[in-house]
Every structure is written in C-alpha cells, then in structure tokens.
C-alpha cells in the first residue's frame, strides 16, 4: 500500500485479505472527522435514541449519493472511507466499508456479510453488504441491491458474517 493515498491495491486478493483491508479501513474511517461530521450532520434531527433512524439516515444517504462502479478486472482496489466520499464512486466493499465506518461512528455494532450468486466456494466470492445490529436482530443494508434488496438476497448463498 503506497502511504500517501487512501485507497489500496489488492493483486489476487482473497476473501479474507479483502475482509481484513476493508475492516481496517473502516476503523480508520469511524475516527476519521470527515465521517463523523457527516453523520452528525445526517442525524441532526434525529430525535435523541432513535438509534433505528440514524442507522436508516447513513443507509439512505449511501444509496443517493454514492455511485456504484465496478473495480479494475483482477484487481481489488479497495477505497478508503474519505476518498470514497471525495470520489463519490465505488464497488460493493467501497461502499460496505463507508457505510461500516458512518454506522460506528454513531456507535453501532456491525459485520460484513460476504454472499455469491452462483453455487461456488467462499473463496470466490461475488458481493459483500453490511448488516447493523438492532434490538430486533441484525439488519441487512446493501446500497448496491437498494429496492431489490430482499429479492437479491433470496438467491444467495451466504457463506459468513465478520464482526467489522
């Protein structure tokens, strides 16, 4: 990883490098004041311990304004949290791993959950979203599905959460 950019360049990355590079970032990104004061800005009206709408304010806005792109073909070209909101495009872990970093930021417990479309191993992997713990259970936030969230998910195969 070159030291004076945000993002990192993952040749043949497997499942768990990629995992491991995003949680990272996303520590990094729940401590970076740029996060923080767009969370804060996103929950200003929020009524004090609706924890739930907080939570639905940094999904919603994730899915307005970030553009989905995919990455360099064989190469894991994974996005800070900051430089994802500089560039305002990225692939399904750019996004997972900003909305990880807004989701800490205003103090929630998260995981990632890695999922394929196509019977195969974990290690080929295909698309990974975030999952916010709630009273009610784990919520699943996917800004690349967004309105086909829940007919997407029917037909994966999910192969394993990991605590961000």
């Not at 800070?80 to 989701?103: E, F, I």
């Not at 037909?155 to 959460?161: A, D, V, Y």
Request: net charge positive; aromatic share 8%; proline share 5%.
């Amino acid at each position: 990883m070159n030291r004076n950019t945000p993002h990192r360049l993952i040749k043949n990355a497997d499942m768990y490098q990629t995992l491991s590079a995003m949680k990272e970032q996303a520590h990094k990104g729940k401590k970076d004041l740029t996060v923080r004061s767009l969370v804060e800005n996103l929950c200003k009206n929020i009524p004090s311990g609706d924890y739930a709408s907080e939570v639905l304010a940094c999904y919603y806005w994730v899915c307005r304004n970030i553009r989905y792109m995919r990455d360099i073909d064989k190469v894991e070209f994974l996005k800070s949290p900051a430089r994802l909101l500089a560039t305002g495009t990225g692939d399904c872990d750019d996004m997972s791993t900003l909305l990880a970093a807004m989701l800490m930021a205003c103090g929630n417990q998260c995981r990632f959950v890695i999922v394929g479309f196509k019977p195969a191993p974990p290690a080929n992997f295909s698309h990974v979203f975030v999952q916010a713990r709630t009273p009610q259970g784990w919520v699943t936030l996917d800004p690349v599905s967004n309105k086909i969230t829940k007919d997407m998910h029917q037909h994966t195969q999910i192969f394993q959460g990991y605590d961000v």
